[in-house]
Structures are given as structure tokens and as C-alpha cells.
């Protein structure tokens, strides 16, 4: 963001450096920056590229990704203006948008504005930046490029002779990384895409990207079951091409109106998002199917997402959701999470959280329409739709406490923080208490959404198979029934009320009726079988037990 260029010229005359990239999203200011930058050669003796001007919109999220145009052990120099955030005036933005309570404010500098990740601060940006070129005199890298640069070294295609068969669909794997059992996902993001469609305006087609596409199936079922009409089948290995256009090629690839229905690229997730955002190519439904903890996308995916799409996002970290790396999931959903016996649950909380807060940095919020976990992985599926706008509170992202003494769990707003405790303990703070967050502790299912799903299903003979892991009956009644707004985060075991009551487990489904009988909300999880998620106190479901053996 260099307005009239001032710094960009600084930093060629005083500090040295070899190359710089001006850029100001205000085309306005180009006669200014340029007459400026003027006074400092445009090509080096070597004929190499002194300066650039560009005027594209610079957000850091979107173009740096969280430093990733950072050479190793360079510095990066950010700044914020926003006092009142600072000064504690506004809490909701603070915690949402930098991760920090407004009811820390005694304790921040009243006359904070501005702050900078770098870990040293020079005195002055130009000394700073001489700092860099001294111990980092390496050559300017070419500029990025809104290109697409094909490898010139062609590898042999992957064998394609591992045919498969998912929902009627015909497809081959080759020797792609693909999981069979992860059909009930897919099942779950064609049938959220093909009800999306459905809501678009007549004669608005539905745009998908599948950023992390594999052998191609996501993106080939998207086209022939959802009905939509545009797919940007993505894949980092190049390796990959033959297989893919072998599966789509199974679809036209021109519509008969003469539009391309499918293409496939090979790029990194972050940068093909991000080349579309650039060109303002937005997108309906966009399906980032990533492995492990990698999060970094998560900004750049929400902003590819067009007013009120859908976001179909993935995490296998069963690690981070368990609370074994509480500092790996920090660093990347943004969440200190411990060990905590529905840790599964945790995870998908931990992924929407980390949206969130990503959407909210932009400007955006989310609303989770389904979550769905899978033991195999473990995989950690959510699916968000994105509005624009800020969120009016953070009420629904805040802490979850769960007491290793009693087994109760509850939940803690930003402004609880120096109040948490457990009642077990008379309000007094106790070691036996574990707190994870901030996480999102709203419902998981969207019901209505997850009910029109289920007769979508049905209507497609999705939903009774004869094929019991496929049958999705099961799987959409259960997140119908978890989706009531009373059921707090978490869920109990039977096995933990047998315990801690020294008795035989309860029968899941007799000790859910009772719950409901007595008052209280109450439902299977689809996430553990012997799990309950219940309003209800553990001392309580220990209590109606007990009443059970003596009945």
C-alpha cells in the first residue's frame, strides 16, 4: 500500500535495495508513484529491474498468505490504526480479528496504534531495510506472475487401470491417494452443491472449484450429480493430469451453448484461489479437501467464495483435536486445545473456529450448514456458508472447559475468561479443570439445511442402500437431531457414566428417552456410538442410571 510512492523510494535511495514492488489498489495514484520512483533508476547496470508499479488490491491475506512471499529469515513491517480495538472499545473485533479479549484492555497500552510482527523493530523503516539487504544480499526473485507456467518435464501418466464405481459414477484411481471410505463425504458435498444450485437465481449457473481434486472424482460427480455447470478441477502434481482428464473427459467439456464446463489446472490450492480472486472469478461452492493441519488456504478460500456460497473444508489433524500438539493447533486454527474426552468434536469445532476468524479479518462471516467426522484418518469435514459483513458478536466463538474431578463441561464467553472455575470446586480455581479455545460453540448442523439434504437423498435413493456405510438415513437424522439449538458443546459417554457411577454402561437410546422424559434435550452423536449430547448434568445421567438398574 504505497500511496504516493514515498517509501518504495526510500527504500531504493537509502536502503539499498535491489529490487522493489510499488503498489497502491488506487490507479489514481499512478502519474504520482511513477514521477516519484523516477528519481531512482528503473533498470540496473545488469539490465535488471530496479522497480515495478501494479495496482491490485493488497491485502495481506490475500497475497502473502501469511508470509509466504517472505524469503526464509526475511522481515516482514505491518501496521494497524485501529485504536479503538486497542483501547478495549471494541472487544468482539479485538477477539475475532487479532485473537485477543477486550477485557485484557488494563493491561494493553492505552495509546497503542501500531503494531508489527517483525522481532525487531528498526527505528526507522529505511534502517530497517538496510538492516535486510545486509544480511540478505540475495538477488530479487521475478516478480509474481498471473500466469500459468506449465513444467516442460513431462512424467509418464499414472496407470489407470484401478476402475471404481461411487454412486452410479464411473471413474479410475490409477495410483492417486484415494479413500473409498471417504465416499459418505462426498455424498454429503454433492448433495449441499445440488441444493445450492437449486437456490440460485434462474439463469445463474452453479461455479465450483475443487482446489485439491486427487484423481478427480469430487469434481466429476459435482458435474454429472449436482448439475453444476463450471468446475475448476485443481491439483498441485502435474502427475495427476491424465487420470483427471480421464475421469472428466467422462463429462462434455463444452456446454451446448458453447461455455466450457470443466477445466484442470495444476497449481498450488493457495495460488489458483488466489489467481481467481484477483481476476474477481468467484465461486459457488468451493470444496478444499486438504490433508492434515495445512490452514494456510483458509483465508484465500473464504475470499474466492461468491456472496453466500458454500465452503466444504477438511481437516485429518486427529492430533491438534486431541490435544497432544496444543501449540501446532494455536498455530494454525488459532485454538490452545487440551485433551478433553469428545475431542473429536473438538476438532470440527477447532476447523469452523479457525474459518471464522479468517472470514472475519476479511469481513465476512460464516454459519456452518453440517460437520461431519469419520473415524478413518480421522477426517474432520465442515460445511460453511459465507455472507458478507462483519459478525455483530462473538457469542458463538469462545472457550469450552471440561473437569477431570466431576465430568461436567460448560462453556465461556471472551469476557469470562478470568472467571472460569467449575462448581465442583466452590468457584476456586483447580488443576483438575482443562480449557480449550477460542473454538465456535454454536450449533454444528444447520437442522432445516441437513432436513432438506436428507430429502434430497431420499428422493435420489441416497439414503437406504443395502450398503450399510453408505446409508445416509442414519447419518442425516442424527445431525438433524443434534442441530437443536439447547444442546450445549461436547457429549457424554456411557462408558464415563458407568464408570463414575461404578455400574454397567446404560443403553444409549433408554437413557436418551428418560433424558427427554425428565425435560431435557438429548441426542445420539454421529461423531462417538456411545456417545450423548445432553443439557443434562453428568451427576444427573449418573442419578437416572442408577434408576435404571433398580428398575
Same mark, same amino acid.
Given at each position: 500500500m504505497c500511496g504516493c510512492g514515498i517509501r518504495a523510494i526510500r527504500y531504493l535511495a537509502q536502503a539499498g535495495a535491489d529490487f522493489v514492488w510499488a503498489n497502491d489498489a488506487s490507479e489514481d495514484c499512478r502519474p504520482l508513484i511513477l514521477s516519484n520512483l523516477s528519481r531512482h533508476p528503473r533498470v540496473?547496470?545488469?539490465?535488471d529491474r530496479c522497480w515495478v508499479v501494479s495496482h491490485l488490491d493488497a491485502n495481506m491475506r490475500f497475497l502473502v498468505q501469511r508470509y509466504a512471499t517472505v524469503r526464509k529469515g526475511g522481515l516482514v513491517y505491518i501496521t494497524s490504526t485501529n485504536g479503538y480495538s486497542s483501547g478495549g472499545h471494541r472487544p468482539h473485533w479485538l477477539s475475532l480479528t487479532y485473537g485477543i479479549s477486550g477485557q485484557l484492555r488494563d493491561s494493553l497500552s492505552q495509546n497503542l496504534h501500531c503494531c508489527s510482527v517483525c522481532s525487531l523493530l528498526a527505528p526507522a523503516m529505511a534502517a530497517a531495510a538496510a538492516v535486510a539487504a545486509h544480511f540478505f544480499p540475495i538477488p530479487p526473485s521475478p516478480p509474481f506472475l498471473l500466469t500459468h507456467i506449465r513444467n516442460p518435464i513431462r512424467r509418464?501418466?499414472?496407470p489407470a487401470n484401478v476402475s471404481q464405481t461411487e454412486r452410479g459414477v464411473e471413474f479410475e484411481t490409477g495410483d492417486s491417494f484415494f479413500r473409498s471410505e471417504s465416499a459418505v463425504g462426498r455424498d454429503l458435498g454433492v448433495l449441499s452443491a445440488?441444493?445450492?444450485?437449486?437456490?440460485?437465481?434462474?439463469? #445463474?449457473?452453479l461455479r465450483v472449484i475443487d482446489a485439491m481434486c486427487g484423481c478427480g472424482i469430487r469434481s466429476l460427480r459435482y458435474l454429472a450429480q449436482a448439475g453444476a455447470d463450471f468446475v475448476w478441477a485443481n491439483d498441485a502434481s502435474e502427475d495427476c493430469r491424465p487420470l483427471i482428464l480421464s475421469n472428466l473427459s467422462r463429462h462434455p467439456r463444452v456446454s451446448p451453448g458453447g461455455g466450457r464446463c470443466w477445466v484442470v489446472s495444476h497449481l498450488d490450492a493457495n495460488?489458483?484461489?488466489?489467481?481467481?480472486?484477483?481476476?474477481?472469478e468467484f465461486f459457488d461452492f468451493v470444496d478444499v479437501d486438504s490433508f492434515g493441519s495445512d490452514s494456510s488456504f483458509m483465508g484465500m478460500a473464504v475470499a474466492t467464495v461468491r456472496k453466500g456460497g458454500l465452503l466444504y473444508i477438511t481437516s485429518t489433524d486427529g492430533h491438534s483435536s486431541g490435544g497432544h500438539r496444543p501449540h501446532c493447533s494455536l498455530a494454525s486454527y488459532g485454538a490452545y486445545v487440551r485433551p478433553m474426552p469428545f475431542s473429536n468434536e473438538i476438532g470440527l469445532r477447532m476447523l469452523i473456529g479457525g474459518v471464522l476468524r479468517e472470514a472475519a479479518v476479511i469481513g465476512y462471516h460464516i454459519s456452518p450448514l453440517f460437520s461431519y467426522y469419520s473415524y478413518h484418518g480421522p477426517v474432520f469435514r465442515v460445511m460453511l456458508r459465507v455472507d458478507r459483513g462483519q459478525l455483530q458478536d462473538n457469542s458463538q466463538y469462545g472457550f469450552i472447559s471440561y473437569c477431570h *474431578?466431576?465430568? *461436567? #463441561?460448560?462453556?465461556? #464467553?471472551?469476557?469470562?475468561?478470568?472467571?472460569?472455575?467449575?462448581?465442583?470446586?466452590?468457584?476456586?480455581? #483447580?488443576k483438575s479443570l482443562v480449557v480449550s479455545g477460542p473454538l465456535w460453540i454454536g450449533c454444528l448442523h444447520d437442522a432445516a439445511f441437513v432436513t432438506e439434504m436428507l430429502h434430497l437423498a431420499t428422493e435420489w435413493g441416497w439414503a437406504c442402500t443395502a450398503q450399510k456405510e453408505l446409508d445416509l438415513e442414519k447419518l442425516l437424522n442424527q445431525m438433524i437431531e443434534e442441530g437443536d439449538p439447547r444442546l450445549p458443546p461436547g457429549y457424554i459417554k456411557v462408558d464415563e457414566i458407568g464408570r463414575r457411577g461404578k455400574m454397567n454402561s446404560p443403553p444409549v437410546m433408554t437413557l436418551i428417552n428418560i433424558l427427554r422424559k425428565e425435560g431435557y434435550a438429548a441426542s445420539r452423536s454421529h461423531i462417538a456410538p456411545n456417545g450423548i449430547k445432553t443439557n443434562c448434568p453428568i451427576a444427573k445421567c449418573i442419578q437416572f442410571a442408577h434408576g435404571l438398574g433398580a428398575a
Open positions: 540496473s547496470p545488469g539490465d509418464p501418466p499414472f445440488a441444493l445450492h444450485r437449486q437456490s440460485l437465481c434462474s439463469g #445463474s449457473g495460488r489458483v484461489l488466489a489467481e481467481n480472486y484477483l481476476r474477481r *474431578n466431576c465430568g *461436567n #463441561s460448560q462453556t465461556f #464467553s471472551w469476557g469470562e475468561l478470568g472467571q472460569i472455575s467449575c462448581a465442583c470446586r466452590s468457584g476456586q480455581v #483447580s
